[in-house]
């Protein structure tokens, strides 16, 4: 299986990182190709930049999948995934979050949303209010740091922060939490074990999902 990952951002450093998550959950003999847009947003901060990037994948999707077997939407509100499916049929495609929101709802109990900045927190809740009952939600986390889009973002200064964020979640009932944001890849395993709560990194989970002999054989 060929994997297309298509960020439909700008941020050639954010393509970079989720790359690295996918390609460690990736089988021989299945590929990894991990394309950035050329005409979307820097990174997504609103529901306008939202859309620009959406019109992106909309735009550059189709081609990109004449090479490829399933495309992972790398985009952590998902974007125009429902929209892409159909029309890519019978290859599989996923985004981000609801490949970590199905893994988190398999794990069963209540499920919290860990994301970046206040200004998309209400598309965030939609999402989520989509994917899963509202029993099932603990809450959303959603702390102000800008310096984790940077391309030289230090790990070792987020992680207190984001840690912190994860607790909150943990208090508000949460059993598993999901890393809603293509800046968040790699942070899973240091906050699960800080944490001791399962924690779910989007990429992970959506190339893990692909690869299971169901998406295999293009059953989305």
Do not use: W
């Amino acid at each position: 299986m060929r994997i297309l990952l298509f960020n439909p951002n700008r941020s050639v450093h954010i393509t970079e990182r989720m790359a690295a998550s996918a390609r460690a959950e990736l089988r021989a003999p299945h590929q990894l190709q991990a394309v950035t847009g050329s005409a979307g947003p820097r990174v997504v901060h609103d529901a306008a930049t939202l859309l620009q990037a959406d019109a992106e994948a909309l735009r550059a999707v189709p081609a990109l999948m004449q090479d490829a077997d399933a495309l992972l939407l790398a985009i952590s509100l998902d974007g125009v995934i429902d929209a892409l499916r159909p029309r890519l049929a019978p290859k599989a495609a996923l985004g981000l979050t609801e490949a970590a929101v199905a893994a988190a709802a398999a794990l069963g109990g209540s499920v919290g949303l860990l994301t970046l900045g206040q200004g998309l927190l209400p598309l965030y809740q939609a999402r989520l209010a989509a994917l899963l009952p509202a029993e099932r939600i603990a809450g959303l986390q959603a702390p102000e740091l800008p310096q984790a889009f940077a391309p030289d973002a230090d790990p070792a200064a987020l992680l207190p922060v984001l840690l912190a964020a994860c607790q909150r979640l943990r208090q508000q009932g949460a059993d598993s939490i999901v890393l809603a944001g293509a800046v968040l890849c790699g942070y899973d395993d240091a906050l699960q074990a800080a944490l001791g709560l399962p924690v779910l990194d989007g990429v992970r989970c959506a190339v893990r999902q692909l690869q299971c002999p169901l998406h295999d054989q293009g059953t989305p």
